[in-house]
């Protein structure tokens, strides 16, 4: 196997550590979007059901797109979780707050996954440009194993 070989089997080893890179971080990044429409709909929630006001009968989801019809009772306070499966009861308000700042981390994370992707995907292609140019040069006139 030539110098030439060689290199060319490193720079595709690379290239693949590039893609398992970019598919790890495209998964995270799809985990992070659905959480990120989660919080948002759980915020819009809590405000116009506070909007909607006491005795007021609402839509109950209950997963699959199913819903429960509804009365509302209590639209000052909510429980919302704090994580480790602990949830606190607290005024409206304060509950979209800290939705809020859920919302604001998640989308900085969002944001910090979408500038690594988008920095591995430039590297990769620069990477595989350079792979593809060493690839052609050893296929070219006068490379080994070549018939004139």
């Known amino acids: ?12 080893a690379v290239l693949d550590q590039y893609r398992a ?10 985990i992070i979007r659905i959480s990120l429409e989660e919080h948002m709909r759980a915020r819009e929630t809590l405000v116009r059901y506070r909007e909607a006001g006491k005795a007021a009968e609402v839509l109950v989801p209950i997963g699959a797109n199913s819903f429960l019809v509804a009365q509302s009772r209590d639209v ?4 919302v979780s704090i994580g480790s499966d602990l949830l606190v009861f607290d005024d ?18 969002a944001n910090a ?19 593809q140019d060493l690839y052609d040069r050893l296929q070219g006139p006068g490379a080994p194993g070549e018939r004139s």
């Open 1 to 12: 196997m030539s110098a030439g070989e060689t290199e060319l089997r490193r720079g595709i």
């Open 21 to 30: 890179q970019i598919e790890t971080l495209a998964q995270q990044q799809e």
């Open 76 to 79: 000052d306070k909510a429980f």
């Open 92 to 109: 409206m308000e304060r509950q979209v707050e800290r939705l809020d700042a859920r919302i604001k981390s998640i989308t900085e994370a």
């Open 113 to 131: 996954i979408g500038q690594r992707l988008g920095d591995l995907q430039r590297r990769a292609e620069a990477h595989g440009a350079a792979v």
